[in-house]
């Protein structure tokens, strides 16, 4: 059956107004065409313009989810031994993710060996057993985890707290934590604070996807919505294969539609210093095509 894709492309839009104009883009998507909100994805070069991308759509658009960076509300420090005893906490033991379970439990009980800890007759079984008998009926995440992760040891027989290393790591856990959360909050995200928002982190995504374009080689949706194509991102300014580096993201985002594509080079992005913003990726602005219309906020 034909479907009658929409192309779009937005110059004009300024770096003020694009969430407001992705947001749109979303609800049109799910509102007028009947378009499922996990077949939507929203693209951008680098990383590092998605935490604060993905916060704000959260914030703008709460009647949707967000699968993306910048949200979970506790560190994410793999280095961080407190790290890994939190995926424990905050995931159910269902058979389908025995096997990750497992990994950790036998990264939490290596760390502690390095740590010099000796955990008596506990092995990952065992120390997985003892983490899903614990009941903690907190609803505040990082109380939930404090109790739980001070039940656990209990049960393990082990104070952490004698251990210089183990002791460091759990105030930086839960400093950091609580100073991201802050972020999130001041961002206007709702529930940051809640157990079930730091269970989100490890739930099956569900929501709008929100990645790099290199994150979603391989991966379809019925609608891709890029932003930030901008020449010094696509492709990057250090990149030595300039124009074909750009071309190659600019075929991998749009094939990742299956029906609209909305391509969007926000105005007023500021390079710093004296050199100005952004401007559009010369692989589009050298490309002629017939955009449809419908991606402009006019």
């Not at 790099?212 to 991966?219: D, P, R, Y």
């Not at 074909?244 to 969007?264: C, D, E, F, M, W």
Request: charged share 25%; hydrophobic share 40%.
């Amino acid at each position: 059956m034909h479907y009658p894709s929409l192309i779009t492309y937005n110059k004009v839009i300024s770096k003020a107004n694009l969430v407001g104009e992705i947001v749109r883009l979303v609800r049109h998507s799910t509102q007028v065409l009947g378009i499922e909100a996990n077949e939507i994805c929203v693209l951008a070069p680098q990383w590092i313009h998605l935490a604060a991308l993905t916060r704000r759509l959260v914030t703008e658009a709460p009647e949707f989810a967000f699968d993306g960076p910048g949200m979970a509300p506790f560190s994410r420090d793999i280095e961080n031994f407190w790290y890994t005893v939190a995926c424990l906490a905050l995931t159910e033991p269902p058979p389908s993710i025995y096997l990750r379970r497992m990994r950790w439990a036998k990264e939490v009980l290596t760390a502690l060996s390095n740590a010099g800890v000796v955990a008596h007759r506990i092995d990952q079984k065992s120390f997985l057993k003892h983490c899903n008998a614990i009941q903690v009926t907190e609803t505040d995440g990082l109380d939930y985890l404090r109790e739980f992760f001070d039940s656990l040891f209990r049960r393990i027989e082990i104070d952490y707290r004698v251990h210089q290393l183990l002791e460091e790591h759990h105030t930086a856990f839960f400093d950091s934590s609580l100073a991201r959360i802050g972020k999130l909050e001041r961002e206007g995200v709702r529930d940051s604070r809640d157990i079930a928002f730091f269970r989100r982190v490890f739930q099956e995504r569900s929501g709008i996807t929100v990645s790099t374009i290199h994150g979603v080689k391989g991966a379809e949706f019925d609608v891709v919505i890029a932003c930030t194509l901008l020449e010094g991102m696509v492709p990057h300014f250090s990149d030595p294969e300039g124009l074909t580096s750009a071309r190659k993201l600019l075929y991998v985002t749009g094939s990742r539609a299956r029906k609209n594509l909305h391509l969007i080079s926000e105005t007023g992005r500021q390079k710093g210093g004296r050199w100005g913003e952004y401007l559009p990726t010369v692989a589009l602005e050298s490309y002629a095509f017939d955009y449809d219309e419908e991606g402009f906020n006019e």
